[in-house]
């Protein structure tokens, strides 16, 4: 029996009658509704895909008006006659940190409630529930908690819908656990995963963050948006040694294709879906057939906005490239414009507010150099082939990040560009390589390819045998 259905996630979506437009990193914000609308009208439009999943972040940053704004787009779907499963994660309510003091940052602004009072117009965790009931919950076959469940796809397929927000009636539960599954909620997916068994049905899980880095060095500068932090391998290998062999998982706004074999050999993927409301806007569309799942990327044609003249790729891509200007910009002339952006590559206040000076002149200096810059800098200006000699750094970083983010690996060796990035590198290990030692960019050529070319696994499409 062939079974067909859809995966996305981080919908991001905010509400535009809270009457302020916002400008989010590598997130189309304003534009999130009329985004999800077209990605809600091209799975409508699939005639043999009846399951829609959607993998947390469901909102901007919680705001109560943006969650029923949502669930009155999720409900076209079912009027039709479709089912969607999801699961919620840290954007989606307001995060107490102690009993006295409540702090949540993003888009909105940082909000600060003294005496565990919560600001009514956002969402506190324990409503989420009862908010979404209707996706999922209410039609589970096995439940862990409020939060987490399982779910029948079809005949012979089952999901595990686990919530990994690494919270407790409003409270981080462990301080050294921002996110991740806690013991005796694995202990509950080898209930699942047996039972699955005994069915004779195939199973996979749906989690919102990522269980394997999305690219080599993530972990060095995200490493609190892994699970657990260093017990993401652990967490890693009881997912697979329990039978778990696919994960979908999301909150990076990474399109990235990861797979590995535990110690006791057993074969594990995290597909790690970019964000719906983002560049390029995808949708994985998968097929399940004689325990094999055929996973395949698309993405929205069009939708509702006053895209200037563009496609809605051409849209998104250049709101997409906006942000690395940002970045920049702000570390040159608006440091609170860098430490927004910043926070978007999960570097915090904290961990840059004592290098302003430097920031400021590493801003000024990367508006206006180039390659050729660099090398002449780098006394090696000569060996840069001349056609990559003008290129921007500003231009290439925002071709790299776009790179890395999309999991296209659209780089060829011979590319101008790429020689001068490796000549550089190269003259740059000579130079400080020693400094660098002990440090996840001790080997700068290496680094640059990982960044280049990856790992050279496909990414946007993939084959996972999920039985058998």
């Known amino acids: 029996m062939k079974t067909n259905f859809c995966v996305i996630t981080d919908t991001h979506?905010?509400?535009?009658?809270?009457?302020?437009?916002?400008?989010?990193?590598?997130k189309t914000l304003n534009e999130s509704g009329a985004v999800i609308d077209?990605?809600?009208?091209?799975?409508?439009?699939?005639?043999?895909?009846?399951?829609?999943?959607?993998?947390?972040?469901?909102?901007?940053?919680?705001?109560?008006?943006?969650?029923?704004?949502?669930?009155?787009?999720?409900r076209r779907v079912q009027d039709a006659g479709k089912r969607v499963l999801l699961i919620t994660s840290t954007h989606d309510y307001e995060q107490q940190i102690n009993e006295n003091k409540l702090t949540w940052g993003g888009q909105i602004g940082v909000v600060e409630i003294e005496n565990g009072e919560w600001n009514p117009g956002m969402t506190r965790r324990e409503?989420?529930?009862?908010?979404?009931?209707?996706?999922?919950?209410?039609?589970?076959?096995?439940q862990y908690d409020e939060m987490s469940y399982a779910a029948q796809i079809a005949p012979g397929l089952r999901v595990l819908m686990l919530n990994d927000d690494g919270n407790v009636d409003g409270f981080t539960r462990d301080k050294d656990i921002f996110c991740g599954l806690y013991p005796e909620q694995l202990d509950w997916v080898r209930e699942q995963v047996k039972a699955a068994e005994e069915a004779g049905d195939a199973i996979f899980a749906v989690i919102h963050h990522p269980v394997m880095p999305p690219?080599?060095?993530?972990?060095?500068?995200?490493?609190?948006?892994?699970?657990?932090?260093?017990?993401?391998?652990?967490?890693?290998?009881?997912?697979?040694?329990?039978?778990?062999?696919?994960?979908?998982?999301?909150?990076t706004h990474m399109h990235n294709i990861?797979?590995?074999?535990?110690?006791?050999?057993?074969?594990?993927?995290?597909?790690?879906?970019?964000?719906?409301?983002?560049?390029?806007?995808?949708?994985?569309?998968?097929?399940?057939?004689?325990?094999?799942?055929d996973v395949h990327t698309e993405t929205i044609e069009d939708f509702d906005w006053d895209k200037g003249g563009l496609s809605a790729q051409e849209y998104l891509?250049?709101?997409?490239?906006?942000?690395?200007?940002?970045?920049?910009?702000?570390?040159?002339?608006?440091?609170?414009?860098?430490?927004?952006?910043?926070?978007?590559?999960?570097?915090?206040?904290?961990?840059?507010?004592?290098?302003?000076?430097?920031?400021?002149?590493?801003?000024?200096?990367?508006?206006?150099?180039?390659?050729?810059?660099?090398?002449?800098?780098?006394?090696?200006?000569?060996?840069?082939?001349?056609?990559?000699?003008?290129?921007?750094?500003?231009?290439?970083?925002?071709?790299?990040?776009?790179?890395?983010?999309?999991?296209?690996g659209n780089y060829s060796k011979d590319d101008?560009?790429?020689?001068?990035?490796?000549?550089?590198?190269?003259?740059?290990?000579?130079?400080?390589?020693?400094?660098?030692?002990?440090?996840?960019?001790?080997?700068?050529?290496?680094?640059?390819?990982?960044?280049?070319?990856d790992d050279g696994t496909p990414d946007w499409e993939a084959k996972i045998t999920l039985k058998g």
């Open 258 to 293: 990861a797979h590995y074999t535990s110690p006791a050999g057993n074969a594990f993927t995290d597909i790690n879906t970019a964000a719906l409301t983002g560049y390029p806007a995808p949708l994985r569309y998968c097929t399940y057939e004689d325990g094999v799942l």
């Open 38 to 74: 077209a990605a809600l009208d091209k799975f409508l439009a699939y005639e043999d895909c009846d399951v829609l999943l959607i993998g947390g972040d469901m909102t901007c940053n919680g705001e109560r008006e943006s969650h029923e704004g949502l669930i009155k787009k999720l």
């Open 215 to 251: 690219f080599a060095f993530y972990h060095h500068f995200s490493l609190h948006d892994m699970h657990g932090h260093h017990e993401n391998e652990n967490i890693r290998n009881a997912l697979a040694d329990a039978g778990i062999r696919l994960v979908f998982t999301g909150h």
């Open 416 to 453: 101008p560009m790429v020689k001068a990035v490796f000549i550089l590198a190269e003259r740059l290990q000579k130079l400080i390589g020693k400094k660098l030692k002990g440090t996840f960019a001790e080997n700068l050529p290496e680094l640059f390819h990982t960044v280049i070319f």
């Open 127 to 142: 409503d989420l529930r009862g908010l979404y009931d209707e996706f999922g919950f209410s039609d589970a076959i096995a």
């Open 317 to 408: 891509k250049e709101m997409y490239d906006r942000t690395p200007n940002k970045v920049v910009y702000g570390a040159a002339h608006d440091f609170e414009v860098f430490v927004n952006e910043a926070n978007g590559f999960s570097v915090r206040r904290h961990q840059i507010e004592g290098h302003k000076f430097l920031i400021k002149c590493a801003g000024l200096f990367l508006e206006r150099a180039t390659l050729g810059t660099l090398g002449s800098l780098l006394l090696c200006r000569h060996k840069l082939p001349k056609a990559a000699r003008k290129v921007g750094i500003v231009e290439l970083t925002t071709d790299l990040i776009r790179n890395v983010f999309l999991g296209t």
């Open 13 to 26: 979506y905010y509400d535009l009658a809270l009457g302020k437009r916002l400008d989010g990193q590598q």
